[in-house]
């Protein structure tokens, strides 16, 4: 016996409200903080702008090095007594890098947080950078990633990453750098990098309650000792689409599978289309109720599960599509997938699935924006995106505003399946003819 049922409908968002923002300049930094009234516990976190965009090209992965080297001691203390130290609050360091920002956090009951940016900025501001230590985590950082590009994914990944915005630049890199990026780094890489990026104040995020912490004291802590003005963001990066499709084959010999990555570029973070964007995302590819998820998985059985939605930054985007199916089944689906995003492309969407989409993008701001690490996570968003105060709050009304129209507009102008680039990494000698035959776009091999 088959039991069919209908799939739930979308229940209300939850209303929600984003707290009272504060914003000033002390001691040559910013602070942006967040009043979370009657709140025990507090988060200070440090924003620098020194993402992985602002690594040199040929020195990727400097970031994620110089992360793992504030660890090791301060010019204070040794790395057992700055463990300590920071032991002896209760937290630790987290730190966390994209393209735009590099953050260092600790959240702590509010009585700790003068103590804890103290050591935090005694870690960022004066790290002890023994070359011993440097050249150990670099050569920690290149074991990781051999092991995690051995899996599939990366490889792919990278190939799409380059195709789309080019090897030359540093953004058409991967973001963590690769095996043999991170491996060549030296110890002066590492020491001008925290040189050049990591001494300027930046901006303190504070989140908690405000009425028992003393703002001006916290940015004196850590911002003491730093120098130099804000940097030049840059502009929008124009990348331009392709002017046809085409499949990328990297061969993975003995393959019981096919890792699929498909993409092209897309708006930046501040682009007025971010909301209508975000939700033809969560149409086509962003949920588990999305249409390639729908059609792939449930419809032709190809793959556990699929994945697209639009990804951005400060300075670009893009599109990508992500999934693992069985070597048997490369080629048709590619061809769904490509057929998917044509047909939301040239179509839009339905009432009935942007309501869908509406419900949760508007709840997910409603669950994820409790706590005070949340909340700190939101202000970094603010800062690093020159958003306005009110932007959390206006989000979730544009959220539940937007309409089929606004949103197959967005897919119309921002989706553009003739342009993507269709990354393969599987067994090449079992896929590489159906690849051919499907006519989906030129098949060229991938050569490292």
Partial sequence: MTLITERPGPGAARPY???????????GGQVVAAHLPGQNLAVALLLLDAGAGREPVGKEGLGGVLAKALEEGTAQRDGTAYALAIEALGTELVTGLDWDSF???VQVPVDRLSAAVELLAEGVRTPRLDPADVLRVRDDEATALRMDWANPGPRAEAVLRADIFGAENRWGRPMYGDPESVAALDVDDVTVFHSEWFIRPGTLIVAGDLDRLDLDALAAAAFAGTGGGPVEKGGPIEVALHGQRKVILVDRPGSVQSTLRL?????????????????????LGGAFTSRLNHLLREVH??????????????????FAISSGVQTA???????????EVSRTQLTGVTEDELAVA?????????????????????????????LPDDYHARLREALLAADVDQVSTAAATHLHPDSLTLVVEGDSALIRDELVAAGIGEVVDHTP
């Fill in 103 to 105: 953050q260092v956090s």
């Fill in 329 to 339: 089944v490369t080629a048709p689906a590619l061809v769904e997938a490509v057929g």
């Fill in 263 to 283: 993409g092209h570029p897309s708006p930046h973070r501040a682009h007025p289309d971010h909301v209508p964007v975000t939700l033809a995302g969560t149409v």
């Fill in 301 to 318: 059985g190809y793959t556990y599960g699929i994945r697209g939605d639009f990804a951005s930054s400060r300075r670009f985007g893009r």
């Fill in 17 to 27: 409200r984003f707290p009272q923002v504060v914003r000033r300049a002390v001691a």
């Fill in 358 to 386: 509406r419900s949760w993008r508007a709840g997910q701001l409603s669950v994820e924006l409790q706590s005070p690490r949340a909340i700190a996570s939101a202000l970094t968003t603010l800062v690093v995106h020159d």
